[in-house]
């Protein structure tokens, strides 16, 4: 006699789900391959590209892993520029958010020039300051164009002295970031990414917050740099068809 199935234990295929690309987390389409994990060239271009920018992180160093944050808020005077964003929250409170990344190990905060000194003024002893050359924004303007930005940030871990040495200053020029998903004004390119990482010294095993995600781009190179493997940065969300 057939023993009739347990469906308590068994799990059944659900012809519902579907697959997601791992760059705009968009539907694959129904006659990709089973081990495919983008949905056209475009977007399997756009991640090789982005992979390769960020690179993966050497070997841990001895140690306990570090909590780690990276915060880029609306820039002080600037936040109505994403009055439209489903997180907009009027102007941010930098003293507070400031106590709040000192609760963390190592930790990166991007400002404006102009709001420099104010926020610096907002910081303990011993904050370091670096600088993205991003180059000036096409504009008019009564006054010099603004072509870089600063990065306060705490290291969360000294460096070996025998290591590759980083430098406080990236010259890197923005272009319109259009295979990004969900991009808004301001996204970070991946190479500034990368640049955060070593700035902190980040290690594999170390966990990093990214405190005003955004485009998701910073999340997205974090677990780039952190997992060499082939699915890395995979959205691993299920999505269903509408019933």
Same mark, same amino acid.
């Given at each position: 006699?057939?023993?009739?199935?347990?469906?308590?234990?068994?799990?059944?295929?659900?012809?519902?789900?579907?697959?997601?690309?791992?760059?705009?987390?968009?539907?694959?389409?129904?006659?990709?391959?089973?081990? !495919?994990?983008?949905?056209?060239?475009?977007?399997?271009?756009?991640?090789?590209?982005?992979?390769?920018? %960020?690179? $993966?992180?050497?070997?841990?160093?001895?140690?306990?892993?570090?909590?780690?944050?990276?915060?880029?808020?609306?820039?002080?005077?600037?936040?109505?520029?994403?009055?439209?964003?489903?997180?907009?929250?009027?102007?941010?409170?930098?003293?507070? #958010?400031?106590?709040?990344?000192?609760?963390?190990?190592?930790? !990166?905060?991007?400002?404006?020039?102009?709001?420099?000194?104010?926020?610096?003024?907002?910081?303990?002893?011993? %904050?370091?300051?670096?600088?993205?050359?991003?180059?000036?924004?096409?504009?008019?303007?009564?006054?010099?164009?603004?072509?870089?930005?600063?990065?306060?940030?705490?290291?969360?871990?000294?460096?070996?002295?025998?290591?590759?040495? %980083?430098?406080?200053?990236?010259?890197?020029?923005?272009?319109?970031? $259009?295979?990004?998903?969900?991009?808004?004004?301001?996204?970070?390119?991946?190479?500034? !990414?990368?640049?955060?990482?070593?700035? #902190?010294?980040?290690?594999?095993?170390?966990?990093?917050?990214?405190?005003?995600?955004?485009?998701?781009?910073?999340?997205?190179?974090?677990?780039?740099?952190?997992?060499?493997?082939? !699915?890395?940065?995979?959205?691993?969300? $299920?999505?269903? $068809?509408?019933?």
């Amino acid at each position: 006699m057939t023993r009739a199935p347990d469906l308590n234990r068994r799990p059944w295929p659900d012809s519902t789900a579907i697959r997601t690309c791992a760059w705009c987390e968009g539907p694959l389409p129904a006659a990709a391959r089973s081990d !495919a994990l983008t949905c056209s060239q475009r977007c399997r271009q756009a991640r090789a590209r982005f992979a390769r920018t %960020v690179g $993966t992180a050497g070997p841990a160093c001895p140690g306990s892993p570090r909590r780690l944050a990276y915060a880029d808020p609306p820039y002080p005077g600037l936040a109505h520029y994403y009055r439209g964003h489903p997180d907009y929250a009027g102007e941010v409170d930098h003293a507070a #958010l400031i106590r709040r990344l000192y609760g963390y190990d190592g930790w !990166a905060l991007s400002t404006s020039a102009r709001a420099l000194s104010a926020v610096l003024g907002l910081c303990p002893h011993g %904050v370091r300051i670096a600088a993205w050359h991003r180059g000036p924004r096409p504009t008019r303007s009564r006054h010099p164009l603004a072509a870089w930005e600063p990065v306060l940030y705490v290291p969360a871990r000294p460096r070996d002295p025998d290591g590759a040495a %980083v430098p406080d200053s990236l010259v890197h020029g923005v272009t319109p970031l $259009t295979t990004v998903p969900g991009r808004v004004i301001g996204t970070k390119p991946p190479a500034f !990414a990368r640049w955060i990482f070593d700035l #902190l010294n980040a290690q594999p095993g170390d966990a990093l917050d990214d405190l005003y995600p955004g485009s998701g781009v910073i999340t997205r190179a974090w677990h780039t740099y952190t997992d060499p493997s082939p !699915a890395a940065g995979l959205d691993t969300t $299920t999505r269903r $068809t509408p019933t």
